[in-house]
């Protein structure tokens, strides 16, 4: 009986886990989808600028600035997902073991400091901060920077949305602060079920709402884990309070995005080496956690 409950929950755990990137794609095309309808066919909402020239260049401008961004945040999360941070085909080597260094029982090899091991990927991780459920991977050593890349363009995508997404709060206020636009705002699907709304204005509302939520956790995490790349920490470190192996302002940031830190966030495409090799770091400050 219990080997059969094990093969359930395997199968459901196999089947749910794709759910929160699949729910991801959805959402960020979703978002993009309903921004170009605004932008092609809403504004600018003054009837004597629809058809002007300078129309005409606002739309250019403003699509090629949203779709410049999607590309972004699709390309990196490829590239993320594409390289692995573990350790496998990674020569750790004996001669060089030292302080920091643990033998992982699972993995049954020696891993060298801030390398961990991850009971989702099942393997350890070089510098592993933590394991990412919208990707269904861990953020490591050697895709940092596309974890933190794409972060960026999902928050400054979500802010464009959000923005371009205000009118539609005015409109719905327009009538007034009533409990009818209250609801619409905060509760959308309760207000399509119970057919108080139309199905374009659920859309418009949901999404409207979905872009200032995921604007608010994006922020917070994309904010977090700028913090811990600008002290030279992982997320593990920052839990126990410990700074070792920060270099400084510059740096962390090589460290973390490569010699090209001052580029690489423009495009997933520029090359920028990283400067160590995941295995061995320059200690700075005390190992032990601070008491």
Request: net charge positive.
């Amino acid at each position: 009986m219990s080997s059969f409950a094990s093969q359930v929950f395997g199968r459901v755990d196999r089947l749910c886990r794709p759910l929160p990137m699949v729910l991801n794609t959805f959402l960020v095309f979703s978002i993009t989808g309903e921004v170009s309808y605004l932008v092609l066919l809403e504004a600018p909402l003054q009837p004597d600028q629809k058809k002007t020239v300078w129309s005409a260049w606002w739309k250019a401008v403003h699509l090629l600035a949203q779709y410049f961004m999607l590309g972004n945040i699709c390309w990196n999360a490829a590239l993320f997902l594409r390289t692995s941070p573990s350790i496998k085909g990674v020569f750790l080597g004996g001669e060089g073991m030292g302080q920091g260094w643990r033998y992982c029982y699972t993995c049954e090899t020696h891993t060298p400091p801030r390398c961990s091991h991850c009971y989702d990927c099942k393997v350890c991780v070089l510098r592993r901060d933590h394991h990412c459920v919208f990707f269904g991977q861990c953020v490591g050593f050697r895709n940092y920077r596309y974890f933190l890349s794409c972060l960026f363009f999902m928050w400054s995508g979500l802010l464009y949305a959000t923005l371009m997404n205000a009118e539609v709060f005015i409109v719905i206020l327009k009538e007034g602060v009533t409990m009818h636009s209250v609801l619409l705002m905060l509760i959308p699907w309760i207000m399509l079920v119970s057919g108080q709304v139309t199905a374009r204005a659920f859309a418009f509302a949901f999404i409207a709402d979905t872009c200032v939520v995921g604007f608010l956790l994006v922020s917070a995490f994309f904010f977090f884990h700028l913090a811990l790349m600008l002290r030279g920490q992982t997320t593990r470190e920052w839990y126990s309070t410990r700074r070792p192996y920060s270099l400084g302002l510059l740096g962390n940031l090589r460290h973390t995005l490569g010699l090209r830190w001052y580029l690489c966030w423009l495009c997933p495409l520029i090359p920028s080496p990283l400067p160590g090799d995941g295995i061995s770091f320059q200690v700075t400050g005390p190992l032990e956690p601070a008491r």
